[in-house]
């Protein structure tokens, strides 16, 4: 897919009057958090508010989000009216949303459906899948199918059907087959950068005021095993 723009160290995707889509990089925060550090909605209004001269405040709601060590698709709705579909839509579960992982430990099939109760531990912020439900337990579900067999990894392509807290992370995890330099579910070793092998690879989903089908693919990080995959 061709990239619009780096402006801004941004590398976007999909830009309109209503909505603007992003490639996540490693360590990008999508909404301010206690860390402090400058969020991807302050950048991706900059670039709005320096592109288009707008004076005073930028509008930019914030649809979703991905974890700080992953990589990929973000969207972000540039008018109100954008903001309430969109949400709508994600809360609907009416897009379809894509990853790609590197994991350690190939699965033992090929392709498969993994369903788990997830429970969060806010502690520490993680989750643990169970085969079983637990007391404050959610289910959590998706389809993964290999895509691509690697020296020492294995690259999987994963369809969610919830949207569950880490439910990616902590499947992957419980079928024995943790994402590579996800130290917090089980990798045996941290990527330089910090971030772990997960991409947020395509979202399809139907644009909230042309209603046109949008479909989105990110490309993966310049680095030696997204390269391979």
Do not use: C
């Not at 992003?22 to 360590?27: F, P």
């Not at 790609?100 to 109760?117: F, R």
């Not at 693919?217 to 390269?227: L, Q, V």
Request: positive net charge.
């Amino acid at each position: 897919m061709k990239v619009l723009s780096n402006k801004n160290n941004l590398q976007i995707l999909h830009e309109d009057n209503h909505i603007i889509v992003v490639n996540k990089r490693v360590g990008d925060i999508v909404q301010g958090d206690k860390t402090g550090d400058k969020p991807l909605s302050d950048v991706v209004k900059e670039y709005i508010k320096d592109k288009y001269n707008k004076p005073g405040d930028v509008f930019l709601g914030v649809i979703h989000r991905l974890d700080r060590p992953t990589t990929g698709i973000v969207v972000f709705a540039r008018t109100s009216k954008a903001l309430t579909r969109m949400n709508e839509m994600f809360s609907n579960r009416e897009t379809q949303k894509t990853y790609w992982a590197v994991v350690k430990n190939k699965p033992i099939e090929t392709t498969a459906k993994l369903v788990h109760y997830l429970k969060r531990n806010e502690k520490n912020n993680t989750s643990k899948a169970h085969l079983k439900e637990v007391p404050d337990s959610k289910i959590a579900s998706l389809d993964y199918t290999i895509i691509k067999e690697l020296q020492n990894y294995t690259a999987l392509e994963i369809n969610l059907h919830t949207g569950r807290h880490h439910q990616i992370r902590a499947q992957l995890a419980a079928i024995g087959s943790p994402i590579k330099g996800d130290l917090k579910y089980g990798a045996d070793r941290s990527n330089p950068d910090g971030g772990i092998h997960l991409h947020a690879r395509k979202l399809v989903f139907v644009h909230p005021v042309s209603k046109e089908n949008i479909v989105i693919t990110a490309p993966t990080p310049d680095e030696t095993i997204w390269n391979a995959v």
